[in-house]
């Protein structure tokens, strides 16, 4: 009796420790995720504004024809650079918003990491999970034993 109740303490510790982790995780996966979408927002909105600026003024300050050339090509490279900048924030907004198999996209990176950070904790708390597995999948077969 007494080592049973150890157990539970213990594996109720595991779980708790590994929950708190996660939450952890969870938090500063959240927090990154909202630090990109600025820094990828202020990218944008820059970019957007020197584009605009360099095509009002541009065309008037060049002479001749190699001079409009880089300017067209510099043009060409600030246009793709923001479609890129366009694309990763798309993919960030997708990851913050996406779901899962089982959980948010967000949960499963932070699951992710926290499983390769803290492997001696990741191995205690699935321990717990497969004992007490064990325990119901062991309860169920004496239950139908006594009901047969």
């Known amino acids: 009796m007494k080592a049973s109740q150890q157990t539970l303490v213990t594996s109720a510790t595991a779980e708790d420790r590994y929950n708190e982790a996660l939450a952890q995780y969870v938090r500063a996966k959240g927090e990154q995720i909202e630090r990109l979408e600025d820094k990828l927002e202020e990218s944008i909105e820059t970019g957007q504004s020197s584009l605009a600026a360099g095509a009002n003024a541009a065309p008037r300050l060049l002479a001749g024809a190699a ?5 067209e090509a510099m043009r060409q490279r600030q246009i793709q650079r923001l479609e890129h900048l366009t694309k990763r924030l798309e993919a960030v907004r997708e990851i ?5 198999l ?8 932070a699951e992710e990491k926290l499983r390769r950070e803290k492997p001696k904790l990741t191995k205690e708390h699935d321990a717990v ?11 169920r077969i004496l239950n139908n034993e006594i009901q047969q």
Do not use: F, I, S
């Open 67 to 71: 001079a409009h050339g880089e300017w």
């Open 96 to 100: 913050r918003e996406g779901t899962g």
């Open 102 to 109: 089982y959980a948010t996209k967000v949960e499963e990176l």
């Open 129 to 139: 999970l497969g004992a007490r597995r064990q325990t119901k999948a062991t309860d």
